[in-house]
C-alpha cells in the first residue's frame, strides 16, 4: 500500500476555497490550500494582527496563559510575554529627543500589571513545589 499526495485542487471535481475556518485548516492538513494568517484573519473575521498575537500567546505554558488572562491582561500584554520568553529577553522601545538625540525614555513592552501577574504565579509554583 503506497501513500499517494493528496490530489491538486484542480483534479477534484466542484473544489471550492473554504468558507469556514475548519474547513479551511482541513484543506491546509490535507494540502489542498497553503495555509496563510491573512486567509485565516478573513475566515475568523480577525485583523492579522490578532491572529498574530493569538500564535504568540499559544507559545506560553497554558498554566502561565491562564493566570494571565485571570489577572485581566489584555491580549497585546499576553503576546508581548510570550515574544520576551521567544527571544530571551524583554524588547523595549527607547525614545530620543529629535534635536539632540539624547535618550528621553525607555518604554518597556511589558506592562507592570503582566509582570505582577508573572511574579505571583511564579510565587505559587514555588510555593506549589515546595
Not at 466542484?14 to 489542498?32: F, V
Request: hydrophobic share 35%.
Amino acid at each position: 500500500m503506497t501513500n499517494n499526495p493528496p490530489a491538486p485542487r484542480g483534479a477534484i471535481p466542484n473544489w471550492q476555497p473554504a468558507t469556514t475556518i475548519d474547513d479551511y485548516l482541513r484543506s491546509c492538513e490535507e494540502g489542498l490550500e497553503e495555509y496563510s494568517d491573512r486567509r485565516a484573519a478573513k475566515l475568523l473575521g480577525w485583523s492579522r494582527m490578532r491572529v498574530y498575537r493569538a500564535k504568540a500567546a499559544a507559545s506560553l505554558p497554558d498554566a502561565l496563559f491562564e493566570h494571565l488572562l485571570a489577572q485581566g491582561c489584555r491580549m497585546r500584554d499576553i503576546a508581548n510575554v510570550a515574544l520576551a520568553f521567544e527571544r530571551g529577553e524583554e524588547h523595549a522601545e527607547a525614545e530620543h529627543c529629535p534635536h539632540c538625540g539624547g535618550q528621553l525614555r525607555v518604554r518597556s513592552q511589558i506592562t507592570t500589571a503582566a509582570r505582577t501577574a508573572i511574579r505571583a504565579w511564579l510565587d505559587e509554583g514555588e510555593r506549589g513545589a515546595g
